[in-house]
């Protein structure tokens, strides 16, 4: 292995840029001061002059000094250290790492590094190492109870994850934050996802990322933080550094395996199992009663009596169906291994990862392949070059449909009588009707017939040149991309219940984003007191999209199911480009390293917007002051700080949106001359006039550390308003559209953000450490357009959510009961509740607060966490609890039956059918079906035990941990019976407060393997 290391590192340096060390008459060795491993590429200084040299691969030194000067040593991430040269002709060094050097620095806009005492506004981090240790569905989801003020939705494998920081701001547009990888912006938009009607989340750009190569996340999260990418800031951006080389001694090798079982849970909890099926208290008790009443659950209390299933076959009634045993035990196999050398000329990391994911559902699968290399080189003292690739490939096979979707198998469980066994269905997988709704066919049918597959393959990327023209300004040039092609097949072959003809759909969609940057960095002391820093540049950016796609219905033959195969093919083609150029410059200002003040600048010009009306200045202002520098404070106190800031960012429009678009209709006849016709696309009228959203915000917020900081809070309070939203208003239709786009509308966020650490216990042996991070936001539409007093953000037929003046955003609108002076519910002639005679707000979707709360415990060697998550307030819909309703197989349904059925038949004359009644709620009564959607759920459960260099002796491992991992194993409370409410009918704004058939909790449990050589 030692052989195998230097000849890959000869390699490596023969290939780049080797450099020679000079002899001296002094000679030397540098060790770290913990565990006394050699330290190669620190730098060693004559005090005083220029002269100097690095430390090889060994850890050693020369260099020519003469007695009585000084050395200095210094190397990042430790403390620098002053040796005075006698007359010994070797030194010895060991060095200290310098926790707090590595602790308050942290990466900005545009990866910028600053200290946090300098920082006017709120970052907050997750290391990497959190990720490896537990992994989570995605980086995205990793992040859910660990940043104040970030709300994460969905967490079901390979779905696409909602994220939003301090709310929402716009009314119709995107609401998720960017992602930058190493400075490169990321295409993170949705692929898929199910609306009203149904379809398939395919998720998104960021659950591709290989959690194991992220050194770093960092939450930009208020218009300060994030000014500088102007037009793209306006919903925070989530920075995202991966690891790279380093100096060392020979080749690292590091590998990561976390392997996992997972398991489905915590759906239908609420379901009864004492009535089965059939209807009017009776079974069925023949194949035709059978599939007529096959999701009707209204029959007889079971106990052993004779019944007949939609087979023909017959059987004795009794308890016999579980939904949760349709899933299936699935698994994670995750694992990486990473190669990584370097000297002080060039450093290159290499990583290979494999991720493997059978889903829950049967027949689901998901493979993840990732290649990264990153290489960065010192070419002079004064030329670095900085470069990465990834290549990311994703395969997707019979992902579970959502909503009302015929193939969302899922919507049927909870509708399945407690008498029909789940093996029947499972036996009888090649026939899809066991009842007469064509849209609820039988769950295996499904998972054994209907195809879908994705195969998404990505490229991202940047090469990155910094010269430094003086020691105090730095010029950088950076190119990058990020580009994917996706390729979709869905499948309905011959004899689908609801598509029995056939029906075949295959799409081609490639998406690029280029990013051109040249920025000068500067940092300059002007005297011992005052330092001016900051950067200024330009970016250019060129988005590009193009979908082709073929529809083939009606097939002539069942064995080849393929668009020439089929009666009737349809094509479509789209296509866009956007470019934004723009301007940007940053200055900070420190005065004797206590008061601060940061002031930004971004101009963004648009292809989208008007040309008249097409530039946007996009500015921030900021300040800090660390107090603690500036007057005696007790002893107990050790850091405070108080800053301020205000600031104006935007969000601009989608291309095409200011002129008419044409298209053409049908292929036409050109045997008999007649060409194709062409037509306006869209429904929506042009706006000449459109331009930018703008969100103008302050903040003020308070850092304090306490105790040689072992406590410590950081506080803030901030006020956010969006106004100029780009929205989609109503118009005539004798206009010959639906809709035009348009600006007006306002909305605000405002709230306080807590984040909260401990270390209440800290010995040589054992630690204890806590971390609580806690939101308010308020999330309010104070304006529509002139006249508007609503608009939908998510249409479910008589049921929606809407934006409304006023209101939180969010507002769930349908139909409560009807109600008498004294809200008492009103019953028709027969009984039955009455359904009021127009929609009224049932609820929001927006939680009062959000917390998190997380505990690590050290032990020697020993390690125990946990991470909790809670959300309170808000409101969801759930289909999947009013569909058991009219099924009868809530548990709500059992009340009233005993009696009527046990009465007489004149008796029953003068009573409700709960049937009936039931029926009648579930189907007109919406307000019986918004829930609370509050919930405090165990995130995380991790035991893990490392290693240390004196166990491992003389073996070729550096380090090694093993840990037992779980991954949300259960909910503490949840408000919503029968669902999970983090779970989303798609992750943008569309599905907000609705849920239908949705997933089922996955808990995951297992091993996670960490080893470096």
Known sequence: MKNFKRLFLLFTMTCCFTNAFAQSTITGVILDAEDGSELPGVNVVIKGTDAGTVSDFTGSFQLNAEAGQTLIFSFIGYKPKEVLVGNQSHIEVKLGADLVQLDDVVVTAFGLKKEKKALAYAVSEVKGSDLTN?????????????????EVSGNAPGQATRVTIRGNTSISGNNQPLYVIDGVPMDNSIQGGADRWGGVDMGDGISGLNQDDIESMNVLKGPAATALYGSRGQNGVILITTKGGSSQKGIGVEFNANNTVNQAYGSYDSRQSLYGQGTRGVAPGNAADA???????????????????????????????????????????????????????????????????????????????????????????????????????????????????????????????????????????SNGFFN?????????????????????????GYVSLS???????????????????????????????????????????????????????????????????????????????????????????????????????????QMYYKETQSLFAST???????????????????????????????????????????????????FGKVRGSWAKVGNDTDPYQLQLQYNMMGQGFPSFGRPPLGGIEGADMPNANLKSESTYSYEFGVDMKFLDNRLGFDVAYYNQLTVDQLMPVQISNTTGYERMWTNAGSVRNH?????????PIQTSDFSWDIGMNFNKNVNVVEELSEGIDQLIIGDFGNLQVQARPGEKYGAIVGY?????????????????????????????????????????????????????????GGSLYSSTNAMMYSAGTHSNTLEGREEYYNAGDQLRETMVDPEDYYKQIGSNIHSEFVYDASYVRMRELSFGYTFDNEMLGKTPFESVRLSFVMGNPFFIWRAAPNIDPTQLLNADNSGLGYEMGGAPSIRSYGFNLNFRL
Request: avoid cysteine; aromatic fraction near 10%.
């Open 588 to 638: 900070d200002i420190g005065y004797k390293n206590m008061l601060f003040m940061t002031i930004t600048g971004r101009n963004d010009w648009s292809s989208t917007l008007p040309a008249h009306n097409n530039s946007y200045f996009y500015p921030s202002l900021s300040s800090s002051f660390v107090f603690s520098e500036a007057f005696d404070m007790p002893s107990w106190v050790s």
């Open 816 to 872: 409560d009961y009807a109600r008498d002076d004294n809200g008492a519910i009103m019953h028709n002639e027969d009984g039955l509740p009455m359904q009021a005679t127009s929609s009224s707000v049932l609820g929001h979707v927006i939680p009062d607060w959000t917390a998190g709360l997380s505990n690590n415990f050290k032990y020697k060697n020993w390690n125990f966490g946990f991470l909790i998550d809670m959300k309170y």
């Open 436 to 460: 007469n709704d064509i849209y609820s066919a039988n769950p295996f049918w499904i998972t054994e017939n209907l195809e879908n597959s994705d195969s998404r393959n990505r490229l991202l």
């Open 134 to 150: 537990q992994r989570s569905g995605s980086a995205a989801t990793a992040l859910s109870g660990r940043v104040a003020g970030l």
């Open 467 to 573: 010269y430094d023209l003086t020691d105090w300004l730095t010029v950088t040039a950076r190119s990058g991309g990020d580009g994917f092609v996706l390729q979709r097949r869905d499948l309905m072959p011959i004899g689908t219940p609801w598509a029995a003809i056939g029906e075949l759909e295959e799409e081609t969609s490639q998406v690029a984003e280029l990013n051109h940057d040249l920025m000068f960095v500067y940092n300059y002391d002007i005297n011992p007191d005052w330092n001016i820093s900051g950067t200024f540049g330009g970016n250019l950016r060129q988005n590009s999209s193009r979908v082709d796609g073929i529809k083939a219905v009606q097939f002539n033959s069942p064995d080849f199911y393929h668009w020439t195969n089929a009666q009737s093919v349809e094509t479509r083609q």
């Open 291 to 429: 599939r007529s009443t096959g999701l009707s659950s209204w029959g007889p209390k079971m106990n052993g009596q004779q019944a007949t299933h939609y087979d023909g076959s017959t059987y004795s009634m009794t308890d016999a169906y579980d939904p949760m045993d349709f899933y299936q035990m699935g698994y994670t196999l995750s694992n990486s291994v990473a190669l990584s050398a370097g000297n002080e000329t060039i450093q290159t990391r290499l990583s290979i990862s494999d991720e493997r994911i059978q889903g829950v559902n049967p027949s689901e699968m998901i493979k993840r392949n990732s290649i990264n290399l990153r290489t960065s080189a010192n070419l002079t003292d004064k030329f670095r070059v900085d470069s990465k690739l990834t290549y990311m490939n994703q395969q997707g096979q019979n992902r579970m449909k959502g909503s009302q979707d015929g193939g969302n198998a899922r919507k049927t469980l909870g509708r399945i009588p407690a008498s029909m066994p789940l093996d029947l269905l499972r036996q009888n997988a």
């Open 751 to 759: 709230g306080i953000e807590l984040s909260v650490y401990a270390t």
